[in-house]
C-alpha cells in the first residue's frame, strides 16, 4: 500500500462523522440547564464536570474511529487508549497522522472551530435557561 491509498477517503462515513458533531452540540446545549440545576453545590457541581468530560472524550472517540475508518487507517488499541487518556492532542495528532500536514493543518483549524462553537453553544444556553428561570 502506497501513501495515496492510505490517504484515500472511503465513502460511507461522513453522516457517521456528522452525527457525533450534532452529538456534540446537543451535548453542549444540554450541559447548560444541568449546570443551572446543580447550582453551586460542590459535589455536584464536580460530578457534572465529569460526566461532560467523559460525553466529549467518547464523542472525540467516535469521530477518530468513524475518521479512521474512512481514510482506511483504523485505530490500534494503544491509539484508542490515547484518545481516553489524552483527549484533544491525540485528536490534533490523529488529524495530521491521517492526512499529512498541510490538510491536517486545515482539519485541526475545524476541530478549533468546532470547540469553539461548542463553547458558544454551552454559553448562549446557559443564558438563555436563566432567563428562562428569571421569569424575564
Known amino acids: 500500500m502506497n501513501e495515496n491509498d492510505a490517504r484515500a477517503v472511503r465513502p460511507g462515513y461522513q453522516q457517521s462523522k456528522r452525527n457525533v458533531l450534532i452529538a456534540v452540540a446537543v451535548l453542549s446545549v444540554a450541559i447548560a440547564p444541568v449546570a443551572q440545576l446543580v447550582g453551586q453545590d460542590p459535589g455536584s457541581e464536580r460530578l457534572l464536570n465529569i460526566i461532560s468530560v467523559f460525553g466529549y472524550g467518547i464523542l472525540m472517540f467516535a469521530w477518530c474511529y468513524y475518521d479512521g475508518l474512512e481514510r482506511n487507517r483504523p485505530l490500534t488499541p494503544r491509539f484508542r487508549l490515547l484518545i481516553v487518556v489524552l483527549g484533544t492532542p491525540v485528536l490534533f495528532f490523529h488529524l495530521f497522522r491521517t492526512r499529512g500536514f498541510r490538510p491536517g493543518l486545515k482539519a485541526s483549524g475545524l476541530a478549533v472551530l468546532v470547540y469553539f ?8 444556553s446557559y443564558f438563555l435557561t436563566a432567563l428562562v428561570a428569571t421569569g424575564r
Do not use: E, R
Not at 117 to 124: D, E, K, M, Q
Open 117 to 124: 462553537g461548542s463553547i458558544l453553544l454551552t454559553a448562549f
